[in-house]
């Protein structure tokens, strides 16, 4: 296909509302919800494959999260809905728009999907939402950023380790699995919890397609993957991996046939799939130096020496409103020196690592909360901080049918640590986790749970 047939995904914050491209989306997906459930071309049955609570058909509950094939199945999964929404709409110019909240003007839900508030005369509204999302409340600007995920030149990560910014390497089909890849941590896992709420559809990998806004979302993430191989400097795809590469997926196309398609196939979104995004270069930019304020890359190689625990929680607790810090405690007495030594480059550690495992919940939080370490206690909690390590988010952890103990996250605290070290309070002995919840921006005032979540352990690694 030519280049000026390509499709193109467009920012939805530059498109009008009433334009072709949001009327033709509005359009489609009020013509695949008249269609029956068990069409394939249905609203329903399109969300079904992402994740459903019925597990009735083999072609549903097929999303993959916690590994290196979230982006190549997810890509795929837009791509045929595309041309579902393409040939439903009749407007055959139609390409779907993505939501960039990374920009300042566009940390709202995108206004076409709150206005008309009504889902008969608007179908991109929806109640199950977090009502301050419906109501223009804000996303945090922690909630939006990539540019931790970005730092990653590595795309996979071996299987336990989440320090990649594509995931970690399973052996093929793997629906949930834990840590996530930093990607998919942040900020997908976010926006989907903050958009969704405590028991919005967006919160729950079950039913988040069948928000319209889904897929604005995951094509932003589509999106900052081709952002993220344009940064050079050894980032790439992990091509020569056979399960990534050949692991075979089903879809539907816009006749209702089932197709396949395999990672290898879904690389080059202008050359293989035809649609390319409004800031994708056309032609293949020279590796340059990063756009964003990215730190130098300090990919986590695993040294020959096995990972190590030096510190770790007493006891589980449990999350609330208010910020919460835990005191870590060392395995031996020779821990802080431990600690030390990563930093100072002694001894083949490369990395510190924050593990945070059993996270649970009875409700759904609907928030999330910002880690820092050695957070001062007269120090406001701000993620420009030097204290800051990333987000914890709860989407797509919480044990689906009995299938995990609960979620895992990581963090590489090693810059965060050595900017510390050289501080003259430092001491390796007292090591400090601190919790801040983050929420919708927003005056709403509305009746729901208050956020709670149990973090069964965390520790500190070398690796
Ligand atoms: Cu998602």
């Known amino acids: 296909m030519a280049q000026t047939e390509l499709g193109v995904r467009q920012d939805v914050g530059a498109l009008p509302v009433d334009g072709v491209v949001l009327s033709a989306y509005r ?8 269609r029956p459930d068990d069409d394939p071309t249905s609203w329903t049955f399109q969300a079904n494959i992402h994740g459903a609570f019925d597990n009735s ?9 916690g590994s290196f094939l979230f982006l190549s199945w997810h890509r795929m999964y837009l791509y045929f809905f595309e041309r579902i929404v ?67 030149t590595n795309f996979t990560s071996s299987p336990g380790s989440g320090l990649s910014f594509g995931g970690q390497e399973v052996a093929g ?15 997908h896992d976010i926006i989907h919890v903050l958009i969704g709420g405590q028991s919005g559809f967006m919160a729950d990998p079950r039913t988040a397609a069948r ?59 202008a050359a293989q799939l035809d649609y390319r995004y409004d800031d994708d270069p056309v032609v293949e930019p020279e590796p340059t130096e990063p756009p964003c304020p990215c730190p130098d890359p300090e990919p986590v190689n695993e040294s020959a020496s096995p990972p190590r625990t030096l510190m770790e929680s007493a006891e589980g607790f449990t999350l609330g409103a208010e910020p919460a810090t835990v005191k870590l405690q060392g395995l031996e007495e020779s821990s ?15 990395a510190l690592v924050l593990r945070i495992e059993g996270i649970d919940y009875d409700v759904q939080p609907g928030v999330y909360y910002e880690v820092y370490v050695n957070l001062p206690d007269n120090e406001s909690a701000s993620h420009r901080g030097g204290y800051y390590v990333g987000n914890l988010s709860f989407f797509a952890i919480k044990p689906h049918h009995g299938e995990f103990e609960g979620g895992i996250q990581t963090f590489d605290i ?19 986790v601190s919790f801040v ?21 965390i520790s500190v690694i070398r690796q």
């Open 211 to 269: 928000d319209p806004v889904f897929w604005l979302h995951h094509a932003n993430i589509d999106r900052l993957w081709n952002r993220w191989l344009e940064l050079g400097n050894g980032r790439a795809n992990p091509v020569d991996n056979t399960a990534w590469a050949d692991t075979e997926f089903s879809f539907f196309d816009e006749t209702g046939a089932q197709v396949v398609l395999t990672g290898k196939e879904v690389v080059d979104t």
């Open 86 to 152: 393409r040939a439903a709409s009749g407007e055959d110019s139609f390409s779907l728009p993505y939501w960039n909240y990374r920009l300042p003007a566009e940390r709202q839900l995108p206004e076409a999907f709150r206005e008309p508030a009504d889902p008969v005369a608007n179908a991109l509204f929806l109640d199950e939402r977090n009502p301050a999302a419906n109501a223009g409340g804000f996303l945090p600007e922690s909630a939006v950023l990539h540019e931790q995920a970005f730092s990653f």
């Open 414 to 432: 090693t810059r965060a640590a050595r900017r510390l070290s050289g501080g003259d309070d430092w001491d390796p002995n007292d090591i400090r």
């Open 336 to 350: 802080g020196n431990l600690l030390n030594n990563v930093l100072t480059g002694e001894g083949p550690w490369r």
């Open 57 to 65: 058909n083999p072609a549903w509950n097929q999303c993959q999260h």
């Open 27 to 34: 359009a489609g997906i009020a013509a695949m919800r008249g």
């Open 173 to 187: 089909f793997t629906h949930f699995a834990v840590p996530h890849g930093e990607l998919e941590s942040q900020p």
């Open 437 to 457: 919840k983050r929420d919708m921006e927003s005056d709403l005032e509305f009746s729901r749970d208050a956020p709670s979540a149990r973090i069964g352990r």
